[in-house]
């Protein structure tokens, strides 16, 4: 990315990702604009705070300020169709145009990138890190794929900090771009595998990410991962669990509705640390936030207040309704090991309840690939609510139905397919104590109805 670039124009700027971007170059006084196909709360807050967008695909509707080559910069995220008629006019016109990772890891050669990869927790996990160092005397800046619940936004701006922490995605090889000068693993479970094509494929894709790393940097790895580490002799490597590892918890107390542990590091141990928001998963995710924020001084006293004080992330086991008869939790789940965790965290906190899960399908091909492991992920549940498939960027796949899932769920199980439309119906019988919304798709748009389908 050049030194004379003035303006910074993103084609899908209402991405999550993008428009956390979008933000940063707005607050360092960049003309920005762009394209989306909808308006939505994030287009609406970017254009509150200066950006020129628009919500029709053509090259008329871009302003001026964009048309000078070579002081723009064209941001675009994978999800935009080739024909899309504003990216090809940039095309044709040779303009400087950038996958939104390649702008991130500009960030990591300008900053110090604290990065979080990882097939799931990896949201969670570089949340709570950006918040630990935010709330210390370090700060940093943040590029997050979820909104904190502390600051409302997917993004933090510090005007002195050095460090950047970002989300280091693995889908279409996006953290390639990255040069990490510390990260994070969480896990290595295949995905993706409509890009990758195999597992070991996707194994390889996380070895080559550790070679990115910078001389000097670090390396903090979940125990056990089938990937093969290739650091260089210059890069420190620490792994993590809860139970075992150079950083990993003691003395776990759950109850109560709260989850407190000590955090034992390399040198010393923190005590009594107590999770803001208190799931098992997030006893590995803050191990590895703890982690981060500990090896770049933050100190005890810090990192105990921030984990205390963290709200978690918007969707990531989100409570939206918590009363004495009835808990409805959204939960942004698409891969069965992350619905694994989130089934196992719900029964650990209502062992006596019936529990139910409304389950949206993410993908035909994750689905094709993996509705054995989410029937076998889903089938400790009480209830179990499919609904169709989520296409996102995919055209279906013949015979494959969320009716896979539903034919392979354990015998016995209460099970039932619905379209979404039938969902607020669906869930006015209140046959179950808690209930759970799972999946990457548009199930989140239903949440205030299903809060008010069951307050009736």
């Not at 595998?193 to 990115?212: P, Q, V, W």
């Not at 799972?438 to 748009?445: N, P, S």
Request: hydrophobic share 35%; net charge negative.
């Amino acid at each position: 990315m050049e030194h004379n670039i003035k303006s910074v124009y993103f084609v899908g700027a209402g991405g999550i990702g993008m428009s956390a971007l979008a933000r940063y170059f707005l607050a360092k006084g960049y003309n920005v604009g762009g394209y989306d196909k909808t308006p939505t709360e994030l287009t609406r807050r970017l254009t509150e705070e200066g950006a020129l967008i628009h919500y029709e695909d053509s090259p008329t509707l871009i302003p001026d300020c964009f048309k000078q080559k070579d002081t723009t910069l064209v941001v675009y995220t994978p999800a935009i169709p080739s024909d899309h008629k504003e990216l090809n006019y940039f095309s044709q016109q040779n303009y400087d145009i950038q996958k939104r990772a390649q702008v991130l890891g500009f960030l990591t050669r300008q900053h110090k990138g604290l990065c979080v990869a990882g097939t799931h927790g990896k949201t969670t996990t570089s949340t709570m890190a950006a918040h630990l160092l935010h709330q210390s005397q370090i700060d940093c800046n943040a590029f997050l794929g979820g909104i904190s619940k502390n600051y409302g936004t997917n993004y933090i701006l510090s005007a002195d900090s050095d460090y950047v922490v970002i989300e280091a995605d693995e889908f279409d090889r996006s953290f390639h771009h990255l040069r990490p000068y510390m990260t994070v693993i969480t896990a290595t479970d295949p995905d993706h595998l409509d890009i990758y094509g195999t597992k070991e494929a996707y194994l390889e894709s996380f070895r080559h990410y550790t070679t990115l790393i910078q001389p000097g940097g670090t390396l903090i790895i979940h125990r056990g991962l089938e990937m093969k580490a290739d650091t260089g002799p210059e890069v420190t490597v620490y792994e993590y669990s809860r139970d075992e590892g150079d950083f990993h918890a003691a003395n776990i107390r759950i109850g109560g509705g709260e989850i407190v542990f000590d955090l034992v590091t390399p040198t010393t141990t923190l005590h009594d640390i107590q999770l803001g928001v208190p799931v098992s998963i997030n006893i590995d995710n803050g191990i590895a936030a703890m982690a981060l924020a500990w090896l770049n001084g933050v100190s005890e006293d810090e990192i105990r207040q921030g984990m205390k004080s963290f709200k978690g992330v918007d969707r990531r086991f989100d409570f939206k309704l918590k009363t004495p008869n009835m808990v409805f939790i959204s939960d942004y789940a698409h891969h069965p090991r992350e619905i694994e965790q989130s089934v196992k965290s719900i029964r650990e906190l209502y062992a006596d309840k019936r529990i139910a899960a409304i389950f949206q399908p993410h993908l035909y091909t994750r689905t094709r690939d993996f509705y054995r492991e989410f029937a076998q992920s889903l089938s400790p549940l009480d209830k179990v609510i499919l609904c169709d498939i989520y296409p996102a960027r995919e055209q279906p796949i013949p015979g494959v139905t969320s009716k896979l899932i539903y034919d392979n769920l354990r015998p016995g199980i209460d099970k039932m397919m619905i379209h979404k439309t039938e969902i607020i119906d669906t869930v006015r019988h209140k046959d179950f104590d808690v209930l759970i919304s799972l999946g990457a798709g548009d199930i989140e748009d239903y949440a205030p109805q299903i809060v008010t389908a069951l307050q009736q």
